[in-house]
């Protein structure tokens, strides 16, 4: 295990209290500190739409890194950034899942690294509705007051007013009485709050990466001894356990240095040694 960031400081730009989650295993994986440098990160991208993000979650965590090198210069070498995307499961659908990013960077000995999650342990929902007792029992399902919820009036393309962070009963009625009176048809929007310090389930998922990125950074090059050796990729082609034809299943995977040209080819680590037939598109064309 490497010790590059033993007792480090790395820094977080944030104002929705990401190292909440992120600070723990990264003390306790690699023994180094992740210290919140609060910056307006809305100016970036708003899950409620006022601000529209400009390019995909990957695009917008390098650019907050990036933003925060060069705001503290010299002062720090470790920055982290995380952004989340909220919709449908890539593979299934009609699931709801929160996919997240995690981006690190590393000025000293100049790399970058970022990983990726998806995860289906998210309240994300939204819903156009007429009264309190629509509201009760969405709230209900979203997992509040402990999820907070954002309302506005008429529909999902409301700009303003937007009301957020809606956390007890009594301001979850008065924003719904407010919007009410406010919405030219009737209706209000209803939807779960994704910012993380108003979500505890987003906030679990941006934990679970963090472990993952922390194992990662505490992982040395067995080549170079540089921090972040990991899987950089899947090499596809697991044999079908009828034929022998080789599939879209993934038979190895390779890990790499974040620094140096080395890698190494691994079978995949769940012991799966053949495709089953049913993954063949030989056998079933």
Known sequence: MSQAYQDACIIIPTKHAKSVAIAPPFREKLGASVLEHVVDTDTLGTFSGEVERKGNALECARRKCAWALELLGSKTDYVLASEGSFGPHPHIPFLPCDQETLYFMDRERGFHLHLSLTSEKTNYQMKLLGSLEELQTFAKAAQFPSHALILRPNGSETRSPIFKGLNTEAALADAFSDALK????????????????????????????????????????????????????????????????????????????????????????????????????????
């Open 182 to 285: 406010l919405s030219s048809a009737g209706k209000v929007w209803v939807e779960t709050d994704m910012r993380a310090q108003m979500n505890p389930s987003r906030m679990a998922v941006i934990g679970e990466l963090a472990s993952q990125l922390a194992i990662r950074l505490a992982t040395a090059c067995p080549q170079c001894s540089a921090p972040g050796w990991g899987r950089v990729r899947a090499e596809k082609g697991l044999e079908c356990e009828y034929c022998d034809q080789t599939t879209e299943m993934i038979a190895n995977e390779i890990y790499g240095c974040v620094l140096c040209d080395h890698s190494e080819k691994i079978p995949r680590t769940d012991g799966l040694k053949a495709a089953p037939q049913q993954h063949c598109g030989w056998c079933n064309p």
